[in-house]
Protein backbone atom coordinates (compact mmCIF):
# COMPACT_ATOMS: atom_id res chain seq x y z
CA UNK A 1 0.00 0.00 0.00
CA UNK A 2 2.95 2.48 1.40
CA UNK A 3 4.76 1.06 -2.21
CA UNK A 4 1.57 2.18 -4.34
CA UNK A 5 1.12 5.41 -2.75
CA UNK A 6 4.92 6.43 -3.10
CA UNK A 7 4.62 5.62 -6.91
CA UNK A 8 1.27 7.71 -7.53
CA UNK A 9 3.02 10.94 -5.57
CA UNK A 10 5.88 10.35 -7.89
CA UNK A 11 3.67 9.80 -11.28
CA UNK A 12 2.29 13.55 -10.07
CA UNK A 13 5.51 14.99 -9.73
CA UNK A 14 6.74 13.76 -12.66
CA UNK A 15 3.96 15.24 -14.66
CA UNK A 16 3.92 18.47 -12.59
CA UNK A 17 7.63 18.35 -13.53
CA UNK A 18 6.60 17.80 -17.55
CA UNK A 19 4.13 20.09 -17.47
CA UNK A 20 6.57 23.47 -16.34
CA UNK A 21 8.97 22.17 -19.21
CA UNK A 22 6.97 22.72 -21.79
CA UNK A 23 7.37 26.03 -24.52
CA UNK A 24 4.83 28.71 -24.29
CA UNK A 25 2.68 28.40 -26.70
CA UNK A 26 3.70 30.27 -29.86
CA UNK A 27 0.96 33.33 -30.31
CA UNK A 28 -1.07 33.58 -33.61
CA UNK A 29 0.81 36.33 -36.11
CA UNK A 30 -1.23 38.51 -37.71
CA UNK A 31 -0.51 40.05 -40.91
CA UNK A 32 -1.91 43.67 -41.45
CA UNK A 33 -2.37 44.20 -45.20
CA UNK A 34 -0.47 47.10 -46.42
CA UNK A 35 -2.02 49.99 -47.59
CA UNK A 36 -0.78 51.55 -50.92
CA UNK A 37 -1.84 55.52 -51.35
CA UNK A 38 -1.81 56.06 -55.19
CA UNK A 39 0.75 58.36 -56.32
CA UNK A 40 0.51 62.01 -55.69
CA UNK A 41 -0.52 64.70 -58.63
CA UNK A 42 2.01 66.72 -59.17
CA UNK A 43 1.55 70.35 -60.68
CA UNK A 44 2.37 70.75 -64.86
CA UNK A 45 6.10 71.25 -65.40
CA UNK A 46 5.69 75.03 -66.12
CA UNK A 47 3.82 75.43 -62.93
CA UNK A 48 6.69 73.80 -60.98
CA UNK A 49 9.54 76.02 -62.92
CA UNK A 50 7.74 78.96 -61.68
CA UNK A 51 7.20 77.38 -58.03
CA UNK A 52 11.01 77.07 -58.28
CA UNK A 53 11.57 80.87 -59.15
CA UNK A 54 9.19 82.18 -56.32
CA UNK A 55 10.58 79.74 -53.78
CA UNK A 56 14.27 80.13 -54.92
CA UNK A 57 14.04 84.41 -55.00
CA UNK A 58 12.28 84.25 -51.69
CA UNK A 59 14.44 81.96 -49.94
CA UNK A 60 17.39 84.37 -51.08
CA UNK A 61 16.12 87.74 -50.64
CA UNK A 62 13.04 88.22 -48.89
CA UNK A 63 13.10 90.34 -45.52
CA UNK A 64 11.15 87.36 -43.49
CA UNK A 65 13.03 84.46 -44.96
CA UNK A 66 13.57 82.64 -41.92
CA UNK A 67 9.74 82.60 -41.27
CA UNK A 68 8.68 80.75 -44.92
CA UNK A 69 7.00 77.58 -44.23
CA UNK A 70 8.17 74.48 -45.88
CA UNK A 71 5.64 73.78 -48.75
CA UNK A 72 6.32 71.37 -51.75
CA UNK A 73 6.46 73.15 -54.93
CA UNK A 74 5.86 70.33 -56.99
CA UNK A 75 1.93 69.82 -55.66
CA UNK A 76 1.19 73.49 -56.03
CA UNK A 77 -1.17 74.39 -58.82
CA UNK A 78 -1.69 77.52 -58.41
CA UNK A 79 1.49 79.61 -58.51
CA UNK A 80 0.32 82.89 -57.14
CA UNK A 81 -1.88 80.92 -54.78
CA UNK A 82 1.86 79.33 -54.04
CA UNK A 83 3.00 82.88 -53.47
CA UNK A 84 0.42 84.08 -50.99
CA UNK A 85 0.82 81.12 -48.98
CA UNK A 86 4.79 81.83 -48.46
CA UNK A 87 4.10 85.38 -47.09
CA UNK A 88 5.10 86.77 -43.76
CA UNK A 89 2.04 87.54 -41.30
CA UNK A 90 2.76 91.51 -41.46
CA UNK A 91 3.28 91.25 -45.10
CA UNK A 92 0.32 93.43 -47.31
CA UNK A 93 2.71 94.53 -49.95
CA UNK A 94 4.78 91.76 -51.57
CA UNK A 95 3.16 90.63 -54.77
CA UNK A 96 3.87 88.56 -57.99
CA UNK A 97 3.08 89.26 -61.36
CA UNK A 98 2.53 87.62 -64.52
CA UNK A 99 3.14 90.68 -66.79
CA UNK A 100 6.22 92.01 -65.08
CA UNK A 101 6.82 94.04 -68.29
CA UNK A 102 3.24 96.32 -67.94
CA UNK A 103 4.35 96.86 -64.11
CA UNK A 104 7.63 98.27 -64.95
CA UNK A 105 6.26 100.15 -67.52
CA UNK A 106 3.32 101.26 -64.65
CA UNK A 107 6.71 102.35 -62.18
CA UNK A 108 7.80 104.68 -65.46
CA UNK A 109 4.86 106.10 -65.90
CA UNK A 110 3.75 104.26 -68.63
CA UNK A 111 -0.08 103.39 -68.69
CA UNK A 112 -2.85 102.39 -70.51
CA UNK A 113 -5.10 104.72 -69.11
CA UNK A 114 -8.21 107.28 -69.34
CA UNK A 115 -5.83 109.41 -67.30
CA UNK A 116 -7.92 109.89 -64.15
CA UNK A 117 -7.69 109.41 -60.55
CA UNK A 118 -10.75 108.15 -58.67
CA UNK A 119 -12.15 107.62 -55.28
CA UNK A 120 -14.98 105.48 -54.86
CA UNK A 121 -17.71 106.26 -52.10
CA UNK A 122 -20.84 103.73 -51.23
CA UNK A 123 -24.02 105.55 -50.01
CA UNK A 124 -25.02 104.29 -46.57
CA UNK A 125 -28.66 104.44 -46.80
CA UNK A 126 -28.65 102.41 -50.33
CA UNK A 127 -25.09 100.36 -50.77
CA UNK A 128 -25.00 102.11 -54.08
CA UNK A 129 -21.51 102.88 -55.25
CA UNK A 130 -20.29 105.81 -57.00
CA UNK A 131 -17.17 107.40 -58.19
CA UNK A 132 -15.72 110.42 -57.66
CA UNK A 133 -12.68 112.33 -59.57
CA UNK A 134 -9.49 113.03 -57.48
CA UNK A 135 -7.61 114.88 -60.15
CA UNK A 136 -7.13 114.48 -64.32
CA UNK A 137 -3.40 114.40 -66.49
CA UNK A 138 -3.91 116.79 -68.72
CA UNK A 139 -4.15 115.47 -72.70
CA UNK A 140 -5.81 112.31 -71.65
CA UNK A 141 -8.51 110.54 -72.57
CA UNK A 142 -10.81 111.89 -69.74
CA UNK A 143 -8.97 115.62 -69.78
CA UNK A 144 -10.17 115.83 -73.37
CA UNK A 145 -14.27 114.63 -72.68
CA UNK A 146 -14.11 117.47 -70.36
CA UNK A 147 -13.62 115.30 -66.82
CA UNK A 148 -12.84 117.21 -64.01
CA UNK A 149 -11.80 116.85 -60.25
CA UNK A 150 -15.11 116.72 -58.37
CA UNK A 151 -16.78 115.24 -61.29
CA UNK A 152 -19.56 112.18 -59.95
CA UNK A 153 -19.90 108.74 -61.80
CA UNK A 154 -22.94 107.35 -61.13
CA UNK A 155 -23.57 104.86 -64.18
CA UNK A 156 -20.84 102.48 -66.09
CA UNK A 157 -22.30 101.67 -69.81
CA UNK A 158 -25.75 102.15 -68.65
CA UNK A 159 -25.79 100.02 -65.58
CA UNK A 160 -25.06 100.14 -61.62
CA UNK A 161 -21.44 100.37 -60.01
CA UNK A 162 -20.97 96.97 -57.96
CA UNK A 163 -18.44 95.42 -56.05
CA UNK A 164 -17.90 93.08 -59.19
CA UNK A 165 -17.42 95.94 -61.91
CA UNK A 166 -16.43 99.26 -60.15
CA UNK A 167 -12.68 99.11 -60.76
CA UNK A 168 -13.25 98.55 -64.56
CA UNK A 169 -13.09 102.26 -64.49
CA UNK A 170 -9.27 102.22 -64.11
CA UNK A 171 -8.36 99.21 -66.32
CA UNK A 172 -11.40 98.49 -68.92
CA UNK A 173 -10.66 99.06 -72.47
CA UNK A 174 -14.02 101.48 -73.43
CA UNK A 175 -16.73 102.38 -71.41
CA UNK A 176 -19.55 104.90 -71.17
CA UNK A 177 -19.94 106.56 -67.98
CA UNK A 178 -22.82 108.92 -66.73
CA UNK A 179 -22.35 111.78 -64.42
CA UNK A 180 -24.36 112.46 -61.41
CA UNK A 181 -25.46 115.96 -60.40
CA UNK A 182 -25.23 116.96 -56.80
CA UNK A 183 -28.24 118.94 -55.89
CA UNK A 184 -30.46 120.12 -52.58
CA UNK A 185 -31.49 116.50 -51.87
CA UNK A 186 -29.00 114.16 -53.43
CA UNK A 187 -27.73 113.55 -56.95
CA UNK A 188 -29.14 113.08 -60.32
CA UNK A 189 -28.32 111.88 -63.21
CA UNK A 190 -26.44 114.08 -66.02
CA UNK A 191 -24.74 113.90 -69.07
CA UNK A 192 -23.30 111.02 -70.48
CA UNK A 193 -19.29 110.57 -71.96
CA UNK A 194 -17.52 107.87 -73.98
CA UNK A 195 -13.90 107.01 -73.71
CA UNK A 196 -11.02 104.64 -74.88
CA UNK A 197 -8.32 104.07 -73.06
CA UNK A 198 -4.63 104.52 -74.56
CA UNK A 199 -1.34 104.38 -73.55
CA UNK A 200 0.03 107.30 -71.73
CA UNK A 201 3.21 108.52 -70.60
CA UNK A 202 2.38 110.42 -67.51
CA UNK A 203 4.52 113.20 -66.23
CA UNK A 204 3.83 113.20 -62.17
CA UNK A 205 4.77 117.03 -62.10
CA UNK A 206 0.84 117.87 -62.80
CA UNK A 207 0.61 121.34 -61.26
CA UNK A 208 3.57 124.01 -60.84
CA UNK A 209 2.56 127.13 -59.80
CA UNK A 210 3.48 130.39 -57.17
CA UNK A 211 0.80 132.22 -54.93
CA UNK A 212 1.55 135.23 -53.58
CA UNK A 213 -0.53 136.05 -50.24
CA UNK A 214 -0.07 138.39 -47.12
CA UNK A 215 3.62 139.03 -48.27
CA UNK A 216 4.50 135.37 -48.85
CA UNK A 217 5.00 133.47 -52.58
CA UNK A 218 4.65 130.08 -51.49
CA UNK A 219 5.33 127.71 -54.17
CA UNK A 220 3.07 124.60 -54.88
CA UNK A 221 3.52 121.99 -56.43
CA UNK A 222 1.44 118.71 -56.88
CA UNK A 223 3.54 115.27 -57.91
CA UNK A 224 1.90 112.16 -58.33
CA UNK A 225 3.98 109.65 -58.80
CA UNK A 226 8.13 109.19 -57.73
CA UNK A 227 9.76 108.43 -60.75
CA UNK A 228 13.16 108.64 -61.47
CA UNK A 229 13.03 109.07 -65.33
CA UNK A 230 10.94 112.48 -64.97
CA UNK A 231 13.90 114.10 -62.64
CA UNK A 232 14.35 116.75 -64.73
CA UNK A 233 10.78 117.92 -64.35
CA UNK A 234 10.83 118.49 -60.66
CA UNK A 235 14.52 120.28 -61.66
CA UNK A 236 12.20 122.57 -63.92
CA UNK A 237 9.81 122.97 -61.23
CA UNK A 238 12.10 123.91 -58.88
CA UNK A 239 14.08 125.89 -60.89
CA UNK A 240 11.02 128.07 -61.54
CA UNK A 241 10.50 128.37 -57.60
CA UNK A 242 14.04 130.05 -57.15
CA UNK A 243 13.79 132.02 -59.96
CA UNK A 244 10.36 133.55 -58.54
CA UNK A 245 12.03 133.89 -55.08
CA UNK A 246 9.67 131.51 -53.28
CA UNK A 247 9.14 132.30 -49.36
CA UNK A 248 7.73 128.87 -48.45
CA UNK A 249 6.91 125.62 -50.41
CA UNK A 250 3.79 123.05 -50.40
CA UNK A 251 4.09 119.64 -51.87
CA UNK A 252 1.17 117.85 -52.88
CA UNK A 253 1.85 114.22 -51.77
CA UNK A 254 -2.34 113.17 -51.36
CA UNK A 255 -2.51 110.73 -54.07
CA UNK A 256 1.11 109.71 -54.45
CA UNK A 257 1.70 106.17 -53.71
CA UNK A 258 5.26 106.36 -53.88
CA UNK A 259 7.77 105.35 -56.36
CA UNK A 260 11.98 104.59 -56.97
CA UNK A 261 14.07 105.80 -54.44
CA UNK A 262 16.09 107.61 -57.29
CA UNK A 263 13.43 109.60 -56.94
CA UNK A 264 12.87 110.42 -53.71
CA UNK A 265 16.55 110.79 -53.28
CA UNK A 266 16.47 113.38 -55.67
CA UNK A 267 13.56 115.68 -54.52
CA UNK A 268 14.38 115.39 -50.89
CA UNK A 269 18.60 116.30 -51.70
CA UNK A 270 16.48 119.28 -54.03
CA UNK A 271 14.64 120.64 -51.43
CA UNK A 272 16.79 120.63 -48.04
CA UNK A 273 18.83 123.03 -46.46
CA UNK A 274 22.02 123.31 -48.43
CA UNK A 275 24.93 122.39 -45.49
CA UNK A 276 22.83 119.16 -45.16
CA UNK A 277 22.78 118.17 -48.65
CA UNK A 278 26.42 119.50 -49.43
CA UNK A 279 26.97 116.97 -46.30
CA UNK A 280 25.76 113.71 -48.15
CA UNK A 281 23.61 113.66 -44.69
CA UNK A 282 22.09 110.20 -44.21
CA UNK A 283 18.25 110.59 -45.81
CA UNK A 284 17.30 106.63 -44.51
CA UNK A 285 19.21 103.65 -43.72
CA UNK A 286 18.36 100.11 -44.77
CA UNK A 287 17.49 97.15 -42.52
CA UNK A 288 17.82 93.70 -44.68
CA UNK A 289 17.61 89.92 -43.62
CA UNK A 290 20.46 88.81 -41.66
CA UNK A 291 22.20 87.16 -44.18
CA UNK A 292 22.24 90.17 -46.74
CA UNK A 293 22.89 92.93 -43.80
CA UNK A 294 25.99 90.72 -43.00
CA UNK A 295 27.47 90.75 -46.52
CA UNK A 296 26.84 94.43 -46.84
CA UNK A 297 28.52 95.89 -43.27
CA UNK A 298 31.57 93.07 -43.88
CA UNK A 299 31.83 94.62 -47.38
CA UNK A 300 31.81 98.24 -46.69
CA UNK A 301 29.08 98.31 -48.61
CA UNK A 302 26.85 101.75 -47.46
CA UNK A 303 25.51 102.19 -51.08
CA UNK A 304 23.28 99.20 -49.98
CA UNK A 305 22.96 100.18 -46.66
CA UNK A 306 21.06 103.86 -46.80
CA UNK A 307 20.17 106.27 -49.37
CA UNK A 308 22.18 109.77 -48.01
CA UNK A 309 21.47 113.15 -49.61
CA UNK A 310 23.47 114.20 -52.74
CA UNK A 311 25.31 117.19 -53.43
CA UNK A 312 25.08 116.73 -57.10
CA UNK A 313 21.95 117.73 -57.87
CA UNK A 314 21.27 120.34 -60.08
CA UNK A 315 18.71 122.56 -57.84
CA UNK A 316 19.22 122.92 -54.52
CA UNK A 317 16.74 125.29 -52.84
CA UNK A 318 18.09 125.10 -49.25
CA UNK A 319 14.93 125.40 -47.51
CA UNK A 320 14.16 125.23 -43.73
CA UNK A 321 10.60 124.03 -43.91
CA UNK A 322 8.24 122.55 -45.99
CA UNK A 323 4.50 121.98 -45.71
CA UNK A 324 3.08 118.71 -47.43
CA UNK A 325 -0.66 118.21 -48.01
CA UNK A 326 -1.01 114.56 -47.43
CA UNK A 327 -4.13 111.68 -47.27
CA UNK A 328 -4.58 107.95 -47.38
CA UNK A 329 -3.12 107.54 -50.83
CA UNK A 330 0.34 108.96 -49.42
CA UNK A 331 2.22 106.15 -49.67
CA UNK A 332 5.93 104.33 -49.57
CA UNK A 333 8.46 107.04 -50.98
CA UNK A 334 6.12 109.77 -49.94
CA UNK A 335 6.28 108.61 -46.60
CA UNK A 336 9.74 108.13 -46.88
CA UNK A 337 10.46 111.64 -48.13
CA UNK A 338 8.49 113.52 -45.13
CA UNK A 339 10.13 111.19 -42.35
CA UNK A 340 13.50 111.30 -43.97
CA UNK A 341 13.60 115.30 -43.97
CA UNK A 342 12.14 115.46 -40.83
CA UNK A 343 15.41 115.61 -39.24
CA UNK A 344 16.72 118.13 -41.08
CA UNK A 345 14.04 120.66 -41.70
CA UNK A 346 10.84 121.76 -40.40
CA UNK A 347 8.15 119.24 -42.60
CA UNK A 348 4.21 120.07 -41.61
CA UNK A 349 1.71 117.69 -42.97
CA UNK A 350 -1.67 118.93 -43.48
CA UNK A 351 -4.58 116.90 -44.53
CA UNK A 352 -5.54 113.43 -43.53
CA UNK A 353 -3.47 110.26 -42.20
CA UNK A 354 -0.98 108.60 -44.05
CA UNK A 355 -1.36 104.98 -45.60
CA UNK A 356 1.89 103.20 -43.30
CA UNK A 357 4.44 101.70 -45.36
CA UNK A 358 8.07 101.35 -43.79
CA UNK A 359 9.79 98.70 -46.28
CA UNK A 360 10.49 98.86 -49.79
CA UNK A 361 10.70 96.00 -52.24
CA UNK A 362 12.59 95.38 -55.54
CA UNK A 363 11.74 93.99 -59.06
CA UNK A 364 12.68 90.17 -59.65
CA UNK A 365 12.45 88.23 -62.42
CA UNK A 366 13.72 84.97 -64.04
CA UNK A 367 16.56 86.72 -65.50
CA UNK A 368 18.00 87.77 -61.94
CA UNK A 369 18.51 83.87 -61.25
CA UNK A 370 18.82 81.94 -64.15
CA UNK A 371 20.88 83.81 -66.34
CA UNK A 372 22.98 81.24 -67.23
CA UNK A 373 20.57 79.09 -68.63
CA UNK A 374 17.91 81.26 -70.32
CA UNK A 375 16.16 78.86 -72.24
CA UNK A 376 15.12 77.01 -68.76
CA UNK A 377 12.42 80.34 -68.45
CA UNK A 378 11.77 81.22 -72.20
CA UNK A 379 8.10 80.08 -70.76
CA UNK A 380 7.77 82.12 -68.42
CA UNK A 381 9.86 85.18 -68.73
CA UNK A 382 7.59 87.96 -68.00
CA UNK A 383 6.79 86.60 -64.59
CA UNK A 384 8.19 88.83 -61.63
CA UNK A 385 8.20 89.37 -58.25
CA UNK A 386 7.99 91.99 -55.71
CA UNK A 387 9.11 90.97 -52.37
CA UNK A 388 9.45 93.37 -49.26
CA UNK A 389 13.57 92.83 -48.86
CA UNK A 390 14.11 95.96 -46.37
CA UNK A 391 12.74 97.64 -43.66
CA UNK A 392 14.10 101.91 -43.70
CA UNK A 393 14.32 104.07 -40.87
CA UNK A 394 15.45 107.44 -40.78
CA UNK A 395 18.43 109.25 -39.13
CA UNK A 396 16.90 109.05 -35.82
CA UNK A 397 15.93 105.40 -36.04
CA UNK A 398 12.31 106.61 -36.98
CA UNK A 399 10.61 103.54 -38.51
CA UNK A 400 7.44 100.84 -37.97
CA UNK A 401 4.73 103.40 -38.69
CA UNK A 402 2.29 101.01 -39.56
CA UNK A 403 -0.66 103.33 -39.06
CA UNK A 404 0.95 105.74 -40.75
CA UNK A 405 1.64 109.34 -39.73
CA UNK A 406 -0.79 111.76 -38.33
CA UNK A 407 -0.93 115.01 -39.83
CA UNK A 408 0.59 117.93 -38.01
CA UNK A 409 -3.03 119.91 -38.78
CA UNK A 410 -6.05 117.17 -39.75
CA UNK A 411 -8.02 118.35 -42.45
CA UNK A 412 -10.71 116.61 -44.61
CA UNK A 413 -10.31 116.62 -48.16
CA UNK A 414 -13.10 117.54 -50.14
CA UNK A 415 -13.66 116.24 -53.39
CA UNK A 416 -17.62 117.05 -53.87
CA UNK A 417 -16.76 120.30 -53.66
CA UNK A 418 -15.28 119.82 -57.15
CA UNK A 419 -12.03 122.91 -56.08
CA UNK A 420 -9.37 122.16 -57.94
CA UNK A 421 -5.89 121.31 -56.97
CA UNK A 422 -3.56 124.71 -56.59
CA UNK A 423 -7.06 126.57 -55.52
CA UNK A 424 -6.16 128.97 -52.50
CA UNK A 425 -9.80 127.67 -51.57
CA UNK A 426 -9.06 124.25 -51.45
CA UNK A 427 -9.23 122.94 -48.07
CA UNK A 428 -5.69 121.42 -47.47
CA UNK A 429 -4.06 123.98 -49.55
CA UNK A 430 -6.06 126.64 -47.94
CA UNK A 431 -4.83 125.52 -44.18
CA UNK A 432 -1.47 125.21 -45.32
CA UNK A 433 -1.34 128.41 -46.45
CA UNK A 434 -3.34 129.95 -43.36
CA UNK A 435 -0.79 128.21 -41.66
CA UNK A 436 2.30 129.87 -43.58
CA UNK A 437 0.78 133.40 -43.30
CA UNK A 438 -1.08 133.37 -40.42
CA UNK A 439 -4.07 134.67 -41.74
CA UNK A 440 -7.60 133.28 -42.87
CA UNK A 441 -8.60 132.59 -46.13
CA UNK A 442 -12.52 133.43 -47.08
CA UNK A 443 -14.15 130.70 -49.22
CA UNK A 444 -17.41 130.30 -51.13
CA UNK A 445 -19.41 127.76 -49.57
CA UNK A 446 -20.17 124.62 -52.19
CA UNK A 447 -22.84 122.79 -51.64
CA UNK A 448 -22.70 119.60 -49.59
CA UNK A 449 -23.96 115.56 -50.08
CA UNK A 450 -26.30 115.50 -46.99
CA UNK A 451 -26.70 111.63 -47.29
CA UNK A 452 -24.52 109.30 -45.59
CA UNK A 453 -21.65 107.79 -47.28
CA UNK A 454 -18.19 106.31 -47.08
CA UNK A 455 -14.92 105.97 -49.38
CA UNK A 456 -13.79 102.42 -49.49
CA UNK A 457 -11.74 102.47 -52.20
CA UNK A 458 -9.13 104.40 -54.87
CA UNK A 459 -6.50 104.24 -57.52
CA UNK A 460 -5.55 104.94 -60.61
CA UNK A 461 -5.29 101.96 -62.56
CA UNK A 462 -5.20 98.30 -62.21
CA UNK A 463 -1.25 98.48 -60.33
CA UNK A 464 -2.92 100.47 -57.65
CA UNK A 465 -1.97 98.05 -54.90
CA UNK A 466 1.47 97.56 -56.42
CA UNK A 467 2.09 100.90 -56.56
CA UNK A 468 2.61 101.44 -52.89
CA UNK A 469 6.03 100.22 -52.98
CA UNK A 470 9.25 101.92 -52.27
CA UNK A 471 11.15 100.43 -55.04
CA UNK A 472 14.69 99.79 -55.15
CA UNK A 473 16.55 100.82 -57.90
CA UNK A 474 20.32 100.77 -57.01
CA UNK A 475 20.72 96.73 -55.85
CA UNK A 476 23.30 95.29 -56.42
CA UNK A 477 22.00 92.17 -57.97
CA UNK A 478 25.16 90.26 -58.66
CA UNK A 479 24.86 89.23 -55.02
CA UNK A 480 21.88 87.38 -55.94
CA UNK A 481 22.33 83.49 -55.27
CA UNK A 482 25.85 83.93 -54.61
Not at 133 to 154: L, M, S
Not at 308 to 321: A, F, H, Q, Y
Amino acid sequence: MKMLKRIIALLFILAVFMMSCQEDPIPEVVVEEEIVEPPKEEAPELTQKINNFISVAMEDVYLWYNELPDIDTRYEFDSKEYFDKLLYVEDKWSFLTDDVQALENSFQGIEKSYGWSLAFGRFSNTNNIFALVEFVYPNTPAANAGIKRGDIIVLMNNADLTDENYRELLNGENLTITLGVLTDTGISTGSTVSMTAVELNLDPVLITKVIEHEGHKIGYLFYAQFISTYNSSLDVAFQYFLEQQITDLVMDFRYNPGGYTSAAQHLCSSVAPVNVVNSNSTLVTFQWNDKYQRYWEDNNRSDQLEIPLINSVPIKMGLERMHVLTGAGTASASELSITGLKPYMNVTTVGETTYGKYTASITLKPEDFYSESPTYYDDFDNWGIQPIVIRYANSQGVTDFKDGFLPDIAVEDDLWGGIPLGDITEPLLKAAIEDITGTSISALKKAKIEIPYTIFDRGFSKFDANKREVVIDHLDKTLLMK
